[in-house]
């Protein structure tokens, strides 16, 4: 856990940067067409839209971009059709890895991932082969100067929360799945800025990795994450902190 916690908090510490270049608009967007596409544009009644829509306001999309990206996604406005896919691989180490992709061209998508994999010390594996190592979970991830850490940490766990972790910048808040939505919402009325809200896979055991080959999981890491087509990865690897910050 504390491996996959720490690489966590590292990337959305970095979504400032990713918000500057774009790409985590790009992200959210996309995400927020399917969600809509699948579930309907009501957020109060769509709880995968709900989730997207508040991290992208706490990630300051323009609200016009998020009501056109929330259209597109009901056919009111036109737009591309994105396809879903979940790959699985592994990583240096014999790390685990689960990539979530959205795209409008599978062909690209693969061979790009291919490619990423193959140059830092991964490779593809079948649908099947690790995604059984993980459990699905809710996050929540919230500023922490936003609210006091004592109180937040009360109202999540009788809300359900499984976990509360603190860092210097953020508090997250881990949820079984089927409580994720009462949580966040519970969080959401605490007043507290809700950086991020959605959904996760947990490892249920970690890789220790260190020297070289952690770092080149941590290439293989930032490799797939530059993808334009990728949405999120998820691995089980426990990395020294140390190491991590250092690549951050």
Same mark, same amino acid.
């Given at each position: 856990m504390s491996g996959h916690s720490k690489w966590s908090q590292i990337k959305h510490r970095k979504a400032a940067v990713d918000a500057k270049r774009g790409k985590l608009f790009s992200r959210l967007i996309k995400e927020i067409t399917v969600s809509a596409r699948i579930g309907g544009g009501d957020p109060e009644l769509n709880p995968r839209l709900r989730s997207v829509v508040t991290t992208a306001k706490s990630s300051n999309v323009p609200s016009d971009t998020i009501e056109k990206a929330i259209l597109r996604?009901?056919?009111e406005l036109e737009g591309i059709d994105y396809e879903e896919i979940i790959y699985e691989g592994y990583g240096p180490g014999g790390v685990a890895l689960i990539?979530? +992709? =959205?795209?409008?061209? $599978?062909? $690209? !998508?693969?061979? &790009? *991932?291919k490619y990423a994999l193959n140059k830092n010390g991964g490779n593809m594996g079948e649908n099947g082969c690790v995604s059984w190592m993980f459990d699905k979970r809710g996050l929540v991830i919230v500023e922490k100067d936003s609210i006091d850490e004592d109180e937040l940490f009360m109202a999540a766990a009788e809300a359900g929360a499984e976990d509360v972790? %603190? %860092?210097e910048y953020s508090i997250e808040i881990l949820t079984p799945f089927e409580d994720f939505d009462r949580v966040r919402t519970v969080v959401e009325e605490t007043g507290a800025q809700i950086q991020v809200s959605e959904m996760t896979m947990i490892p249920q055991n970690t890789v220790k990795l260190e020297g070289?080959? !952690? &770092? $080149?999981?941590?290439? =293989?890491?930032? !490799?797939?994450?530059?993808l334009d #087509? +990728?949405?999120?990865?998820? @691995?089980?690897? #426990?990395?020294? #902190? &140390?190491? *991590?910050?250092?690549? @951050?």
């Open positions: 996604g009901t056919g990539i979530e +992709v =959205l795209t409008d061209n $599978r062909n $690209r !998508a693969v061979a &790009e *991932l972790t %603190s %860092s070289k080959e !952690a &770092e $080149r999981m941590i290439r =293989l890491m930032g !490799a797939i994450e530059e #087509d +990728v949405q999120k990865v998820y @691995a089980n690897f #426990d990395i020294p #902190d &140390e190491i *991590l910050e250092a690549a @951050a």
